[in-house]
């Protein structure tokens, strides 16, 4: 009688939700909907009738797992937002669950914390974390009965220390280990801006983050860079997590002709459909060589960049395949204080093709070696490190430097 009840109530919630006269409709009918939810009560029903765990059984929590499930199984930025991680947001307003040196968001849901939220080039991505995975040590403490401003201390340290996480994820059958270093976070947007040594002709630029302000930085330094002699450009985007989406399309504004359509957002909507493009006009003409290098932690903003240079053939592109984000979130308010933060949108480049999923494939693929992936990073910021340092790196050549002057050459 509760699972036919069930079946009627929700139903009706499903028809609601579709509109086939304004936008696509799933492939399946709405008939459909009804064995569907019938499936997944008679599993609801199987597990609180057999199940010995029975604090684990309420209706509640066992329908919050399974939207987390639903949202998480559609792409790996789309999200429920728990009930209890809701009310610690708003009620600790001021408290960012975003820990920077990390990339990592963590949650508050019913049996502890977790991992809400990865960034492509942090450390948690790099170093296993999963998404959704419960947290069940830090540093051998039970973080279960932690606040959120606790939880939140409990993870931030200074660069180059490390924090040892126990943590469960339902794509794994045991809980497993990760030690994660924090990095430092590179406050400003364009970190290099100079002539390569042994190639004064060649100006090689890396830009760190897509902040709103960062094509101007970028404009400037290449005017200095081009009075002083520079006739071709390296773009470094590798360990670039992307950012604002307007100073990326002025950035490629830089390069390519006013007025270019270089970045097309997507809904399921077509009508809802929006293309972005270049500036009217710029103060410089910037047609030399150019050669935009990626890695696989290189998303989002960099993904479009590299992606439009490379459809518009105004770049070579060199490196790893990047990260594959390419999409846009929405945080979507529900009934009892919850909310999903669900994909929305996806973007693409001129010639249509998207980055979500399957990253920016380069022009030229190099190989990086385990040392190569120690010491790129290392080098980024060799002046603070120890002489005995220094020295090492000295003998380091980056292979996607080498190749991208070779490329430049004549």
């Excluded at 469960?168 to 990095?183: N, Q, R």
């Excluded at 773009?235 to 002709?257: E, I, S």
């Excluded at 270019?260 to 500036?279: C, I, S, Y």
């Amino acid at each position: 009688m509760l699972m036919k009840w069930l079946i009627l109530c929700l139903f009706p919630c499903f028809l609601a939700a579709q509109d086939p006269a304004k936008v696509p409709t799933p492939p399946d009918s709405d008939e459909a909907a009804y064995p569907a939810i019938e499936r997944l009560i008679q599993v609801m029903e199987s597990i609180r009738t057999r199940h010995p765990d029975v604090d684990k059984l309420t209706y509640d929590r066992l329908v919050n797992h399974a939207l987390e499930g639903m949202l998480s199984s559609l792409d790996p930025h789309s999200s429920y937002i728990h009930p209890e991680m809701a009310a610690a947001m708003q009620a600790h307003v001021h408290v960012d669950p975003f820990i920077p040196s990390l990339g990592m968001t963590v949650g508050l849901r019913e049996g502890g914390p977790y991992i809400s939220a990865l960034t492509a080039n942090g450390s948690a991505a790099q170093g296993n974390a999963a998404l959704n995975a419960q947290i069940l040590l830090i540093d051998e403490k039970n973080p279960a009965d932690l606040t959120l401003p606790k939880l939140v201390q409990l993870l931030r340290k200074a660069p180059g220390e490390i924090s040892t996480l126990q943590i469960k994820s339902a794509t794994e059958p045991k809980p497993y280990e990760i030690k994660l270093t924090h990095l430092r976070v590179e406050e400003k947007a364009l970190t290099h801006a100079e002539l390569l040594k042994g190639n004064p002709q060649i100006a090689y630029l890396r830009l760190a983050q897509f902040t709103s302000n960062c094509h101007k930085e970028i404009e400037t330094a290449l005017d200095d860079l081009e009075d002083n002699g520079a006739k071709s450009l390296i773009l470094d985007l590798r360990g670039n997590g992307g950012g604002d989406l307007q100073a990326t399309v002025q950035l490629l504004g830089l390069f390519v002709p006013p007025k270019t359509d270089v970045v097309t957002v997507r809904t399921r909507d077509p009508k809802g459909w929006e293309t972005l493009t270049t500036p009217e006009q710029k103060r410089r003409e910037r047609n030399y060589p150019i050669v935009v290098l990626i890695d696989r932690m290189s998303a989002s903003a960099s993904e479009l960049t590299a992606g439009c240079l490379q459809d518009l053939k105004r770049a070579t592109i060199i490196g790893e395949t990047s990260y594959g984000k390419g999409s846009v979130q929405n945080i979507i308010p529900m009934n009892n204080g919850t909310a999903l933060r669900l994909t929305i949108a996806t973007y693409h480049t001129p010639s249509g093709k998207t980055p979500h999923g399957v990253g920016i494939t380069p022009d030229l693929e190099v190989y990086l070696s385990e040392n190569d992936r120690t010491n790129f990073p290392l080098s980024l910021v060799s002046k603070t490190l120890p002489p005995a340092k220094q020295k090492e790196l000295e003998s380091w050549q980056d292979p996607c430097v080498r190749a991208a002057i070779k490329a430049l050459s004549p």
